[in-house]
């Protein structure tokens, strides 16, 4: 693979060559100038594989490396124990998959030169297979605090940050840049966006993902990114995670949740915004591992539930696009059932795509025996192929699977899309308290800035952090900003050593994460205030940290501690921007969750305390 960039027409024709005898039925499948598929072609193609192929077509797998064919020789180790073979290259042949997911940690995403390169390659050794068909590359590109491709790309706020700034044009920009930067890259299926209405402020694993508590708010966004992700049919989007994740204390990477909402809640609460998807169009809807016992009470998670996935969503919801499985390697889908025994299941509640089994082997070969028993119909599976082949043809793929390097230059974090991304974030930022006009802060009054707070791992890519960004950017904005960081659980050493900078600040800027009742973030802030300096906290993920907090007299929501939106905060604070954001989810007073300290659609302007 190396640096290669777009192949030559020789080697196109080479690599295609396998797919020559079956496109000759009656000529390419492709989609036709209005996008619609011919079906006669794709059923061709399918009459045309063999069973181990069409098993193979169902499952989209991760493998490590950033070349197809010669990746670093960890990758290479790292392939051989998780899944038997050393280079993507090898995993397409031996088990003909019909989709690969890239991850930051399995090094697929180290810069976009290498990401369209990786792509191409993957094409390349996919189409040379007999009857080879083109490879649907997906990732999970939410934005915000789930990101796969970092900087240089264009990387926006995340859900929760939209949905403060309450623009539906907005989230259709996201969709639409966000959509032709991955698509240059070869990124054609994008696991994004969140469709779950996040009611739980303890749900560990949506949070800010969410566009947030209202149903009908959160369906609105859903519907706008959707329409811009898929845009001139430049990328397939995905409404996750049906039938609603939003009210779970539990992860499901880690737990089985148990969603307890009536029919009619569901129905109220988190059934809009995947109704608003499939009218918007939506390509494919990856479902939860979650269990709805008043949608199905036979303790199975929603992935292995025909009566939700084929009984709601396909035949009362009228969905016939793409339902793609959450990880098979998440705990919630595998409590109940063994490996070998999911992804059966998974078919026969009605999935189309099987993604990243802990072990393809175990997978692979489970479906393939299913259906030599008897127990999976092979014309079960051709339904399922016939929808992967449908957006294929969609996506243009059968026509142009590969990308070029100029492509790259053309479409990836241009100064456009990173302005556009700047101007968005502004319109984010919450300014939830603002007593005796603390904010905005003058640079003459104020010039000394003392940064300090929690410091997360930066997500997305993006350089972190975040007290470094910050005191960067007001730095830039005139101000001599300092940053110290004292951490998400800070020691009384941090907090002493932070207190006594702050002694020598004009004001302090303090960043918060996650705060609870038991937090040593309290105690931090409480001492800074102890200080006398105007103290300005910014909570850096879930705004919920406002309740922990009420004696803090300028308190900021940014929804995200990438760095666009630590950088719109700072404009903020600096007075260089007005804050525009409204919370998209109540703030519950900390000791007394029935009390709402702060409604949906809050958020002050400067010239209100």
Not at 33 to 52: F, T
Not at 93 to 113: L, Q
């Amino acid at each position: 693979m190396g640096n290669t960039s777009v192949p030559s027409r020789r080697t196109v024709l080479a690599a295609t060559a396998g797919m020559t005898t079956a496109l000759a039925l009656g000529g390419t499948a492709h989609a036709g100038p209005d996008g619609k598929h011919d079906d006669r072609k794709l059923r061709a193609l399918i009459a045309r594989m063999s069973l181990p192929e069409k098993v193979g077509q169902l499952f989209v797998m991760r493998v490590y490396g950033h070349s197809a064919t010669a990746p670093d020789q960890a990758d290479i180790d790292a392939n051989l124990k998780e899944i038997g073979v050393r280079t993507a290259a090898e995993l397409i042949a031996k088990y003909r998959v019909g989709g690969i997911i890239y991850f930051t940690w399995a090094h697929n995403t180290r810069d976009p030169h290498q990401i369209a390169d990786l792509s191409n390659g993957i094409q390349r050794v996919s189409l040379a297979q007999p009857r080879g068909l083109p490879v649907l590359v997906s990732t999970d590109q939410e934005h915000g605090i789930v990101c796969r491709v970092g900087e240089p790309a264009t990387l926006f706020p995340g859900a929760m940050a939209i949905g403060a700034c309450g623009s539906r044009a907005d989230a259709r920009t996201l969709g639409r840049v966000a959509g032709q930067e991955l698509r240059a890259l070869g990124i054609r299926q994008n696991y994004s966006p969140v469709a779950d209405v996040n009611v739980n402020p303890a749900n560990p694993v949506i949070g800010v993902r969410s566009f947030g508590a209202e149903p009908a708010a959160v369906a609105g966004m859903v519907a706008a990114e959707v329409a811009g992700y898929q845009h001139a049919r430049q990328l397939a989007a995905t409404a996750k995670h049906f039938p609603g994740h939003g009210d779970t204390a539990v992860d499901s990477h880690y737990g089985f949740p148990v969603i307890t909402h009536t029919r009619d809640q569901w129905n109220q609460l988190d059934a809009p915004p995947f109704r608003a998807a499939i009218r918007a169009g939506i390509d494919s809807i990856m479902t939860a591992h979650i269990m709805v016992p008043a949608l199905d009470d036979s303790g199975d998670p929603a992935t292995l539930s025909r009566p939700i996935l084929t009984g709601i969503l396909r035949e009362e919801l009228g969905y016939d696009g793409l339902v793609v499985t959450d990880s098979l390697g998440m705990e919630g889908v595998r409590t109940k059932y063994g490996d070998d025994r999911v992804p059966v299941l998974a078919l026969k509640a009605g999935v189309d795509q099987l993604l990243n089994p802990p072990s393809l082997d175990i997978a692979w070969n489970a479906v393939l025996k299913a259906v030599q028993d008897g127990e999976l119909t092979e014309a079960r599976l051709d339904e399922s192929i016939l929808r992967i082949l449908r957006l294929k043809a969609k996506l243009r793929l059968f026509d142009a699977p590969y990308v070029s390097q100029g492509g790259v230059d053309r479409n990836v974090g241009t100064a456009s899309h990173l302005r556009t991304a700047d101007r968005i974030a502004e319109r984010t930022t919450t300014l939830l308290v603002n007593a005796d006009s603390t904010l905005p802060l003058s640079r003459r009054s104020h010039p000394k800035i003392l940064v300090v707070g929690a410091d997360p791992a930066s997500p997305s890519g993006t350089t972190g952090p975040p007290t470094g960004v910050l005191a960067a950017a007001l730095t830039e904005l005139g101000f001599t900003a300092t940053a110290l960081s004292t951490g998400t659980a800070p020691s009384s050493a941090a907090i002493a050593k932070a207190v006594e900078a702050a002694r020598t600040a004009d004001a302090v800027v303090v960043g918060t994460y996650n705060v609870t009742a038991s937090s040593t973030q309290k105690a931090l802030v409480e001492q800074l205030l102890a200080t006398g300096r105007p103290v300005v906290a910014v909570a850096v993920r879930n705004p919920y940290d406002v309740a922990h907090l009420p004696a803090v007299r300028a308190y900021l929501a940014s929804y995200s501690w990438t760095d666009v939106e630590l950088r719109a905060a700072a404009r903020v604070i600096a007075g260089r921007v007005a804050p525009r954001g409204k919370l998209p989810v109540p703030v519950q007073q900390a000791d007394d969750p029935t009390r709402v300290l702060y409604p949906i659609g809050h958020g002050l302007s400067y010239g209100r305390g």
